[in-house]
């Protein structure tokens, strides 16, 4: 399989009253056709500014301080603001949170979806609302051609959001960027999303990274899992041997914190105190301060090394039960 | 039997839904369009027995809050009787009713948006227990630090202000809050939902600890079912409006019997790593402004049928302490 986006040692910063602040510090993973990441990791992490990263989304105080991302193998970085816009519309999406930052309010979706489509291709109005029609019923919304005629505000949450979906389908990209997508919906419609999402990727190829702070989601959508902590990747590999197997301590941590029924009313595992502020980072490993695995070698920071499997892990004292590594 | 400490019989919350410019605007050009009603809780029993953690589930509007406003007792209800600890309340005289209301106490899920951003953590959790002759003003301090050690905040705490505290250290201080009037009785609403995993569990264990300590009982309301299954003793699932299905969370989460909590139950992601296929109801919770007629369940039902469609399925017992609404139990 070949990387539809591989992204090394990226960096952002942010020029703030505190000084600088290193809000993606030294990240790399690759993402191949047909293939789902899932970039898990607590608020503040730099999930978010991860994904606009790639897209070349970073606005000022904002600044992209080293690293490449590459699309297709093409380098994206210092690449000028109107190619990555038309990347952006037809090769690679994003999709976020809130899906009223795709969708204009006052137009109605069918404008909206056929302008799109017509700023990236020369095609009659009439194909093009019929290629709106079919992306609206691939996303499972019920009566499509009625649909098409009415305004944002008249769709539920969930409905919302399938929309922008829909509309970053609209080119059948190569990579999507979804930022908690499903964050703010019922589990219920979630699962649709997820099940439509899933069948989508693996039917057009579509690499997808879906950025996410529930691991749960993750075990079942995503094929690889990276994780972030304050900035930097701390643990990467296939689903099922990080959710099982855990090397960092930071990822068991979250792991074992998950509630469900299994452990009805005995106490969870906790992460004691809380994410560090990236204006005052403790020296060394980033985790130390909240480790239980912490020694003096700690105080220097540990670089991501390899493991059997595919696997890589940012820690001096990764869980033994695996060979590899330090 | 020991007296329940709540219990709701019949109660019923209905909300005017204003007309919108649009609407007014048609009203002027002669339409006919009238405030619409919704029926937030409609026709709701449910009896809490001292100790117990009863979780509340459903999907976002189907009145959880509106249920759990109603047993905190900071909404009254349209219809039916509310008791605390047998006795109805709407009957009772107003030293009564303060002490029903106090032994009640709500936490929410955002707690910047709950606690006075002008206040002192001092006040903030200082000042009801005053107010209400619980504590002389000069023991306010001890009693607040006291309060925040508890909830596992130092007691240097109370000398600021909401803002200068992260999310996790804010929950605790709602916490702390609401114990300050002695409760018996918390009604957490989506007190974890806007915490990260790992702060989360941090909270979920205070509730568990307190549970003990103080001999709690709570009404646990959340849209995360890892979250209920996990605290919960008893679990009521609620669909517009109603409560569908009721029992404990061990059996219920072993074999669901009404068919949306079947669905529900099988959308929640687990985290054990399997692709799996989503089995997806395959349509949206309908407007609780025009809920459907019969089972309001039946147009997202993969086993409606005739009857379902008229009849209103009443709660029977399925089980030992087991109550569902659905015509298949009669089949
Ligand atoms: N405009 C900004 N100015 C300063 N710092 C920012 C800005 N945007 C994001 N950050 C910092 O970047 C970090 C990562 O943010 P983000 O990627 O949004 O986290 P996540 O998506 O994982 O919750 C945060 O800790 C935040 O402090
Ligand atoms: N004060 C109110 N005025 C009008 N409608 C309300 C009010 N409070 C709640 N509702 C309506 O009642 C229904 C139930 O709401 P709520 O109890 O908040 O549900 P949940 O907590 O399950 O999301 C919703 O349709 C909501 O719009
Ligand atoms: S490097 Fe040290 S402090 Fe950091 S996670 Fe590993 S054991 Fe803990
Ligand atoms: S009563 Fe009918 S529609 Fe309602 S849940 Fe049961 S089978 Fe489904
Ligand atoms: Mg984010
Ligand atoms: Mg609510």
């Known amino acids: 399989m070949s990387a539809v986006l591989e992204v090394s040692d990226l960096a952002v910063t942010f020029g703030t009253r505190d000084g600088l602040l290193k809000a993606v510090d030294g990240v790399s993973f690759s993402v191949s056709r047909g ?79 056929i302008e799109t489509i017509r700023a990236h291709e020369k095609v009659s109005e009439k194909a093009a609302r019929a290629r709106a029609r079919d992306a609206l019923a691939k996303v499972g919304i019920p009566s499509p051609d009625e649909r098409l005629l009415a305004y944002p505000h008249q769709f539920s949450g969930g409905m919302r959001q399938r929309v922008a979906i829909a509309i970053a389908l ?41 950025i996410t702070h529930d691991l749960s989601v993750v075990a079942s959508l995503a094929d690889r899992v990276a994780v972030m902590y304050a900035g930097r990747l701390v643990e990467e590999g296939q689903v099922a041997d990080v959710l099982t197997q855990p090397l960092h301590p930071y990822t068991k941590g979250l792991i074992e914190s998950v509630p469900s029924r299994n452990r009805r009313g005995s106490p969870l595992a906790q992460i004691p105190g809380m994410t560090p502020s990236l204006a005052c980072l403790p020296e060394g490993c980033a985790f130390r301060p909240r480790c239980s695995r912490a020694t003096e070698i700690c105080l220097e920071a540990p670089g991501l090394t390899q493991h059997v499997g595919g696997r890589r892990v940012r820690c001096f004292h990764p869980s033994s039960n695996l060979g590899g590594g330090a | 039997m020991s007296t329940p400490i709540l219990s709701l019989a019949n109660v019923s919350k209905r909300f005017v839904k204003p007309l919108d410019a649009s609407e007014r605007i048609a009203n002027l050009l002669g339409a006919h369009r009238e405030p619409q009603i919704v029926r937030a809780v409609d026709r709701v029993d449910l009896t809490i027995m001292p100790g117990e953690v009863v979780g509340l589930v459903g999907e976002s509007g189907c009145g959880k809050s509106t249920l759990g406003r109603i047993v905190a007792g900071i909404q009254d209800p349209s219809e039916g009787v509310v008791a605390f600890k047998g006795q109805d309340i709407a009957r009772m005289n107003k030293a009564e009713r303060r002490q029903a209301n106090l032994a009640v106490q709500m936490v929410f899920q955002d707690p910047m948006g709950s606690l006075n951003p002008r206040m002192k953590v001092l006040d903030i959790v200082g000042e009801a227990p005053v107010v209400h002759g619980i504590i002389p003003t000069q023991q306010k301090e001890r009693y607040v630090s006291d309060l925040l050690g508890r909830v596992g905040l130092d007691a240097s705490a109370m000398r600021r202000y909401p803002h200068q505290f992260s999310g996790g250290q804010r929950a605790r201080i709602g916490i702390a809050r609401a114990l300050a009037v002695n409760p018996t009785m918390l009604v957490c609403d989506e007190a974890t939902a806007a915490l990260d995993v790992s702060i989360q569990a941090q909270i979920i264990n205070l509730f568990v600890e307190l549970r003990e300590e103080f001999g709690l009982t709570y009404l646990f309301v959340s849209h995360d079912l890892g979250v209920v299954a996990h605290v919960a003793d008893r679990v009521a699932v609620m669909y517009l409006g109603r409560i569908v299905e009721l029992g404990s969370t061990e059996a219920m989460f072993a074999s669901p019997n009404h068919p949306y909590t079947q669905a529900l139950l099988s959308e929640v992601p687990q985290l054990e790593p399997k692709k799996r296929k989503f089995s997806a109801l395959n349509s949206e919770i309908p407007s609780p402004l025009r809920p459907p007629p019969g089972c309001s369940f039946h147009t997202r039902c993969p086993h409606a049928f005739a009857r379902c469609e008229t009849d209103r399925p009443a709660m029977q017992e399925v089980g030992p302490g087991r109550l569902s609404a659905c015509h298949l139990n009669d089949r």
Do not use: C, Y
Not at chain 1, 179 to 199: C, G, K, N, R, Y
């Open chain 1, 170 to 210: 609209l080119h059948g990209p190569s990579l999507i960027i979804a930022d908690e997508p499903t964050t703010a919906l019922d589990v219920t419609i979630q699962a649709q999303i997820l099940s439509e999402v899933q069948t989508l990727a693996a039917e057009t190829g579509t690499a997808l990274v879906w």
């Open chain 1, 35 to 113: 293939e789902v990441l899932g970039l898990v990791g607590e608020s503040g992490s730099g999930k978010s500014i991860t994904g606009l990263a790639i897209m070349g989304l970073i606005d000022a105080p904002g600044r992209i301080a080293r690293g490449s991302v590459k699309f297709e193998g093409q380098e994206l970085i210092g690449k000028n603001e109107n190619t990555l816009r038309s990347l952006r519309g037809r090769r690679m999406a994003m999709i976020f949170q809130d899906p009223m930052s795709t969708l204009n309010p006052v137009l109605r979706i069918d404008t909206q979806m």
